[in-house]
């Protein structure tokens, strides 16, 4: 049995603009459950401290956002496979005895939106990621278990793009660059990973890596199109996605990991599109 008001919150630094609160508002009265929600500010040097006083105070477990992924997952006891394999943690779970897990959603959030919510395949395709930080880490592992043909790592800083494809190598067929690697290969989905967006800036990709099927895909989600979609579509990218359907599914998965029980996503994506 679950605490009548189990609390729960999202970490990060900045966190004013953080959608969490609401979506698991949406979530805990969808499925009947009680619990609160909050966002919670860390100092940039004090994020085990924080975390620990969250839990003190009785806290169930967090969401960990920008910049703590990585801190999330060196502080945690127990970690997940997902977790494990891109060693970093967007999910924490605080047990009764003050164990502390450590779980990653994010690979699991894009592969529901991209093949449920958007019945994109990924099998067999050529997939650029644009991006080497937390984001993209977190969902090279899962694409890859969806066997593309081939995943090919674009990042600003080269050096953090090849050693990502160097670690997951194992697991399918990687490769990496920087923007001026690209060697004139175009790509049939293409997943922005990059904070860029978020900046209102474009990375430098030339529009000859959009294949005539092209689908382009950015998980920062802001009310108007990100800059990147809209060059997607000004250079012919057939479908153009933004990262709010992401921030749900991903939501959903720590959501059934804390309660035991899956949300439906659907009508929270249109109630927040809304
Ligand atoms: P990180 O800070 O770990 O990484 C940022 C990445 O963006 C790096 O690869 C960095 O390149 C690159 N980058 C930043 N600015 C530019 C620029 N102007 N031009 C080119 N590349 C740039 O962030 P995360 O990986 O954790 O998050 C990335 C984005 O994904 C965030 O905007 C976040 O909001 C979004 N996100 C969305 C989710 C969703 O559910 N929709 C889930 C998780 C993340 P370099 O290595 O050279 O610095």
Redesign the pocket.
């Given at each position: 049995m679950t605490n009548m008001t189990d609390s729960y919150a999202v970490i990060g630094n900045p966190i004013k603009h953080s959608l969490s609160p609401e979506i698991f508002k949406i979530f805990a009265q969808q499925t009947g459950q009680s619990l609160v929600y909050q966002k919670l500010l860390a100092p940039f040097d004090l994020f085990n401290e924080t975390v620990k006083d969250f839990q003190d105070k009785g806290g169930k477990g967090l969401n960990v956002t920008?910049?703590f992924?990585g801190q999330a997952f060196r502080l945690a006891t127990q970690h997940n496979d997902a977790a494990r394999l891109a060693q970093s943690a967007?999910t924490l779970i605080f047990s009764p005895q003050g164990e502390i897990t450590a779980a990653n959603t994010?690979g699991v959030?894009l592969i529901h939106d991209i093949e449920n919510n958007h019945l994109v395949k990924i099998k067999d395709q050529r997939i650029l990621l644009i991006?080497?930080?937390?984001?993209?880490t977190g969902v090279i592992a899962p694409l890859l278990s969806k066997t593309p043909k081939n995943l090919h790592i674009v990042?600003?800083?080269a050096e953090?793009a090849l050693a990502l494809a160097q670690r997951f190598g194992q697991l399918g067929e990687i490769s990496a660059s920087g923007f001026d690697g690209l060697n004139g290969e175009t790509f049939d989905l293409i997943i922005n990973?990059?904070?860029?967006?978020?900046?209102g800036?474009m990375?430098p990709l030339s529009p000859s890596v959009i294949s005539a099927h092209c689908i382009c895909y950015d998980?920062?989600?802001l009310p108007e199109a990100t800059v990147f979609l809209q060059w997607a579509q000004k250079n012919g990218a057939i479908q153009c996605i933004d990262?709010?359907g992401?921030?749900v599914e991903?939501a959903a998965e720590s959501f059934y990991l804390w309660r035991g029980i899956r949300p439906e996503t659907q009508p929270v994506i249109q109630q927040l599109r809304k």
């Open positions: 920008l910049p992924k967007n994010d959030g991006g080497a930080g937390g984001a993209a990042n600003r800083t953090k990973a990059s904070s860029a967006s978020l900046y800036e990375v998980m920062v989600y990262g709010l992401m921030l991903q």
